[in-house]
């Protein structure tokens, strides 16, 4: 047997942060990266439509790239205090990846990276919180995947962490932030993007479902 997942709802096309409008809940807890987010608005975005929907909300900022252990207890640590029924994470493939684990921190705090790092071992998420990714790029597809990757500096490792369960809900890709990148970013991230594909068209566990996603659009 065989599983493929996405999230439930995948919003596109210019204008498509409005789709934060429509989201039910009390408490959303934004996690964001570094400045040009902010720069460009669309975090001042992000905050106002969630606010129209009715949502206290919280930010967390400064994710750095590869994000660290310490990031992710600290931002646990803010949700715990918080109490948020929503995860919004907006950015690269950092401050998303970041979000995914402090989600798993937040709902079990007891559990450990050692625990989480046994593939497909987590615990059932969303009994306090449903998650949103929003990116900035067109590389990680983190927004879509069951996969985050956090950096223990102290330890000098890498934690893979990868589970369905931390498959974001709703996805929202937003060509209006992308357009704000850098060439040289825009450009590798393309590169990244193509070499995924490959990836995914070539991987042992693909299937009939996931092989037209792999493929170019002609």
């Given at each position: 047997?065989?599983?493929?997942?996405?999230?439930?709802?995948l919003y596109h096309g210019k204008g498509a942060l409005d789709a934060l409008k429509d989201l039910?809940?009390?408490?959303?807890?934004?996690?964001?990266?570094?400045?040009?987010?902010?720069?460009?608005?669309?975090?001042d975005k992000v905050e106002a439509?969630?606010?129209?929907?009715?949502?206290?909300?919280?930010?967390f900022e400064g994710?750095?790239?590869?994000?660290?252990?310490e990031t992710v207890m600290k931002g646990a640590k803010a949700m715990q205090e918080f109490q948020p029924d929503w995860i919004v994470a907006i950015g690269g493939g950092s401050p998303i990846d970041a979000a995914k684990a402090m989600w798993a921190?937040?709902?079990?705090?007891?559990?450990?990276?050692?625990?989480?790092?046994i593939p497909f071992n987590f615990p059932t998420l969303r009994t306090k919180a449903k998650f949103c990714a929003i990116p900035s790029t067109s590389g990680t597809a983190t927004?879509?995947?069951?996969?985050?990757?956090?950096?223990?500096?102290?330890?000098g490792v890498k934690y893979p962490l990868a589970d369905f369960n931390i498959t974001p809900d709703v996805a929202i890709v937003d060509p209006d932030l992308a357009e704000t990148m850098p060439k040289k970013l825009?450009?590798?991230t393309g590169m990244d993007a193509m070499t995924r594909a490959i990836e995914a068209y070539v991987s042992t566990l693909h299937c009939d479902y996931t092989d037209p996603l792999a493929l170019p659009v002609s």
């Open positions: 047997m065989a599983r493929f997942t996405l999230p439930r709802d039910k809940g009390k408490k959303a807890f934004v996690v964001v990266g570094g400045g040009s987010m902010k720069r460009f608005g669309f975090l439509n969630l606010k129209a929907a009715g949502m206290e909300v919280a930010l994710v750095e790239p590869d994000p660290s252990v921190f937040y709902e079990y705090p007891d559990t450990t990276f050692e625990q989480l790092c927004e879509v995947t069951a996969f985050s990757v956090i950096t223990d500096y102290h330890k825009t450009a590798h």
